[in-house]
């Protein structure tokens, strides 16, 4: 079990992180054989004449990557078992590619009734059009496992590279030849982040340790065309929206991009980069164990069943391609509770102070800038989503969502952020409700446009949320409860 103790702070990495390899040669000879730190004909620390003002020719472009594949080489220990191809796109190509996915209407409907559910996409809202667009915006580049090559995004009129994206890509790639990044079991969101806080922490580490070493000791590209100069999957802490469509959904997938690095930093400095290397034979298994290392690895989810219950025309959504169930994890949660502070100025269930890790001035932090760890998701559990449709009425839909934490108390004290949710978005108590639990309704046409009834029953450690169109419909979706 990692350090559980220590502050935010306590994860920042020095500057001079990298492997115990042999230094590159005062003369920068090419090797005989292939060697950690040298790729392609270029060492780590090797000097290239490249001019991207006008964009890279393939000359260039291969030149960059060969000592960019040596540079993380240098950092993490790895041997490149073989090259990968790179191609540079516009942000204006790259944007529009997201929005032609096609998505079957099953699959629609779920997704929608989840982020519903996370107060963070209302009812009248295309989620799926939401996560495109914040796609389009903020990712840098992205590794393909299933074609092997890699696509950087650029924001430059003239395509040009940002060197440390580049870095995280191809470590990205080197993770699938030494790790197999295909036998990650990624079928929900919770088990999606919990993975990639080994995955994208592990890379996102690699990027940092990169990013620190530009400047006085290695001469590195950035794209100009981007506001900071470099364009990250890591690079955006939330602390501003930029092209973002909905920065909840964000938020939800942020997380092992801000929590994984500090957790992988923390396995290298209890056993070096062997360590962080065992840790893909036993991932993660949930985000609380990268919200909380010290929770890694003995601490295993506890997800709660749900029982189909329905009546009448009420359907249980099957998502065609996808588990008919959903689990958001403790790292859903904290983004439900936080979400607020940047929908309008006073909105706060979790404070920006507890939220934001700041550094001296008061910024936020680029290594590990926000905090998933709040006061109403505290001691979590595991979860359990499910989605239901009206089959006799078009676009009316509930869901069931059970919530468990290792304690009653904690429990409370999810119910109460819930409740103080529910009073963010005008929610009334329903007095005269049958059943148990309590029902509460958001009026019908409320500006927020999550007008719906619900009924939040606590058994125990144990919160069910019963959503539907109606208090009437409630039963419908979930008999008995």
Known sequence: MLDSGGTAEDTVPPDDVHADIDPAPADLADPTTDRLGWEGGYWYNESIDVDQSDGLNSSELAAVTNRSMARVEYIRGLEFERSVPVEV?????????????????????????KFEALFMINESTDSIAV?????????????????????LVSNSQTPSVSEVTLSQELFHALQDQQFDLSSFD?????????????????????????????????????????????TSNNSSSGSSSGGLADLG????????YSDGPAFVYQ????????AVNAVYETPPTSTSQTIHPGQYPESEPSVPTVDDRTTGSWER????????????????LAAMFASPLYEQPGAAIVSPRSWLNTDDNGTPRTFDPLNYDTDYSD??????????????????SGYV?????????????????????????NATEVEDASGPGSVYRIPEGDDNGFSDAFRVVQRGDTVTITNAPTVEALAGVRAGE
């Open 249 to 256: 959904p964000y938020f939800l997938k942020y997380q092992p």
């Open 267 to 274: 396995v290298y400095e209890a056993g070096g980069w062997d």
């Open 186 to 230: 990624q079928s929900t969101r919770e088990q999606h982040n919990a993975a990639d806080g080994i995955i994208e922490g592990d890379g996102n580490l690699v990027d940092y340790l990169y990013g620190q070493r530009c400047g006085e000791e290695w001469t590195c590209l950035s794209d100009t065309g981007s506001a900071s100069g470099e």
């Open 317 to 332: 959504v099957e998502p065609e391609g996808r588990v008919n169930y959903g689990r958001v994890g403790e790292a859903g």
């Open 89 to 113: 796109v516009s942000r204006d190509e790259f944007a529009s590619s997201q929005s032609d996915r096609e998505t079957p209407p099953s699959r629609r409907t779920f997704d929608n009734a």
């Open 131 to 151: 996560q495109s667009q914040n796609r389009g915006a903020s990712v840098g580049g992205y590794y393909s496992p299933s074609e092997e090559r890699i696509v």
């Open 401 to 425: 969502w059970a919530v468990r934490f290792d304690n009653e108390s904690a429990a409370d004290d999810f119910r109460d952020g819930y409740g103080q949710l529910l009073d963010y978005r």
């Open 379 to 396: 001691d979590f559990a595991g979860d359990r989503f499910v989605a239901y449709a009206d089959a006799d009425a078009e676009d009316r």
